[in-house]
């Protein structure tokens, strides 16, 4: 069996406080039912949360300090078959050594899909 899968997404706003992301609902990231697969909703609020835990420089490879997700909680709360998730990452604790970031991903309607907490340390 071969899967393949195409995750896109963007940022929308971002500042000190908080970041906005926008991932389209499209074939490359649906489950065989026909819904948005869990792990990309995962990977849209990780990647949303750690643009934030990173702040306003630009991720490139080699970059000191990258902030690794050492943890992820998440409650997958519900789904749909198109439209638009957005995600809305905010800090919880914002750290030297310890950021933790709650994100919020909601879909049409302003329904809830996810809510996720990740915690992420400086790379060395």
């Given amino acids: 069996m071969q899967v393949n899968g195409n995750i896109s997404f963007r940022i929308v706003s971002q500042s000190a406080t908080e970041v906005m992301g926008e991932m389209p609902v499209q074939a490359g990231i649906l489950n065989p ?3 948005v697969h869990a792990g990309a909703s995962l990977w849209f609020a990780d990647v949303c949360a750690t643009v934030l835990a990173f702040g306003g420089t630009e991720m490139q490879p080699g970059t000191s300090g990258f902030p690794l997700a050492i943890n992820l909680n998440a409650a997958l709360l519900g789904n749909q078959k198109d439209g638009v998730f957005t995600a809305r990452s905010v800090f919880v604790k914002k750290g030297r050594s310890l950021s933790v970031v709650r ?3 909601t879909g ?3 329904r809830l ?3 996720v907490t990740t915690s992420h340390v400086p790379a060395r």
Avoid: Y
Wanted: hydrophobic residues 50%.
């Fill in 33 to 35: 039912f026909g819904v």
């Fill in 103 to 105: 994100t919020t991903v």
């Fill in 108 to 110: 049409a309607d302003n």
């Fill in 113 to 115: 899909i996810a809510e």
